[in-house]
């Protein structure tokens, strides 16, 4: 066995070639997801803000809370959610902005903003 490895290996020649090089780009995330407490009430105002800011941002927006599940596509399905003040959801969003719309959507989840501007 040890003679067959030498004599299949031994004349091969190996060659060291250069590596190119490659730019590298920093890595970004294009979905991101949060485990949040609410601190307010998501209702029919604050869910047309969540849309609004989708549109802005071109993200896809998901919020998850127990069993239920809302997206941007839908306000009703964000207001049925049922989302109080203490209560705990995922936030989910896809997109290239993600950074910009969880910005906007934790002040509307946390309360500091009402949903308006």
Known sequence: MKNAYKKNFKNINHKVLP??????????????SFIMVSKGVLGFRE??????????TNCSISIASGKKFGTNKSI???????????????????????????????KIIGGETDGNS
């Open 76 to 106: 009703l399905s964000l207001v049925n959610l049922g989302i109080l003040n203490g209560k705990s959801l995922v936030l989910n969003i896809k997109g290239e902005r993600n950074e910009e719309a969880f910005r906007e959507i934790s």
């Open 19 to 32: 590596l190119a090089e490659v730019e590298s780009k920093p890595a970004r995330k294009e979905e991101v």
């Open 47 to 56: 869910s047309a803000h969540i849309v609004k800011v989708a549109e802005e």
